[in-house]
């Protein structure tokens, strides 16, 4: 069965792309949520009308997120947290606190596209991947320091 994309669904496809699915697929799940419709040929007429606005928004989309990756990879950001004598921290970072101290220096990056890349568990220096758009991705640097009591 062929279907539309209304929506980018993860590991089949962008909105507009025309995708062949299993047909329970595309009856139980895609069309009845909404996420596609069937291929007709007047389906296929108007998505090729919005696909060339999708082409567009795109290409802002990742233009935006390139001057977003050029501002954030000169940035360091300081989490002050619990820590033990020994420098061991009480629970862990996480994205959240991240994001949280990224909005502080004025960056609106949603913590779902933040990644750590290994357990914070000791005070140190840490690195974080932002995946602004599927194409780019930036490197953060942060610091995990002792919170003044």
Known sequence: MQVILKQDIEKLGLAGEVVTV???FGRNFLIPKGKAVL???GARKAVDNQLKNVIEKRTAELEEAKGTAENLQ???VTIAVKAGEEGKIFGTVTNAQIADALQEKGFDIDRRKIQIDSDVKQLGEYTATVNLHEQVKSTLTFWVVKAQD
């Open 22 to 24: 299993k047909d329970g």
């Open 39 to 41: 291929a007709t040929e």
């Open 74 to 76: 000169g940035t360091n």
